[in-house]
């Protein structure tokens, strides 16, 4: 019996996947103790992200000649827009994260490379290896949110406790996407394999440094003068 695909990068990826799982951010937003500073950086950064994340899920549907990847990534995006973004939009509104701030914060490096790494996919490869660049930050976000609501984690900080609880229910929805990317990676030649692979470990390492520049500020290098 064939090796899946998602079995394959989830063995490739563990040190990463489980290390967001203890990584501070995420254990002193459940503790209530992450500083809001880092919290509100988070959200800025995740904003440039998620919109960039919204376009790929629209180009890949516009695309792809498979009919099962268009209507999943048109779903996606869908979901994007009722979840996430509206979720992010009522944080900026609580949080008085106004568009001046948005304008006058600059991207940090991990948010630019992760989000060229997802459009590199549709340049260098094809629509379900950018699929397989979009899968983690989903699959990764829906496990953190079914494991800490099943433990019963309540955050002290309301605003923490909301952005838990945001991801607690979406497990059915990766499910049947985890399986698309099952079914097209036994379709595809061993190059495309490695693709997909490829594609879905960097993005998976940049989910986890991820947490890493929202937890340590990340700036770009200010340079050198002679």
């Not at 992010?88 to 790494?117: C, M, N, W």
Request: glycine share 4%; proline share 4%; net charge negative.
């Amino acid at each position: 019996m064939s090796v899946l695909f998602t079995e394959i990068v989830r063995a490739q990826t563990k040190p990463y996947w489980e290390g967001s799982f203890l990584h501070p951010f995420l254990t002193e937003l459940q503790a209530g103790t992450l500083p809001m500073e880092k919290f509100r950086y988070y959200l800025i950064q995740d904003c440039y992200y998620l919109t960039h994340f919204a376009r790929l899920y629209a180009l890949v549907a516009e695309r792809t000649a498979i009919p099962e990847l268009a209507e999943q990534m048109r779903e996606n995006g869908a979901h994007l827009a009722e979840g996430e973004l509206q979720v992010r939009a009522h944080f900026f509104q609580q949080l008085g994260i106004d568009e001046k701030e948005l304008q006058e914060t600059a991207i940090a490096p991990t948010a630019y490379h992760y989000v060229s790494h997802m459009y590199r996919q549709l340049v260098e490869a094809n629509d379900w290896v950018t699929a397989a660049s979009l899968l983690p930050c989903s699959w990764l976000y829906a496990e953190i949110g079914q494991t800490l609501m099943q433990a019963g984690i309540q955050s002290p900080n309301p605003y923490y406790q909301q952005w838990i609880e945001t991801y607690g229910g979406e497990e059915s929805a990766i499910d049947k996407e985890c399986a698309l990317l099952n079914r097209l990676y036994q379709e595809s030649s061993q190059e495309q394999q490695e693709q997909m692979v490829t594609a879905f470990v960097i993005s998976a390492k940049m989910e986890y440094a991820f947490w890493e520049m929202a937890y340590q500020l990340e700036k770009w290098p200010a340079g050198m003068r002679g």
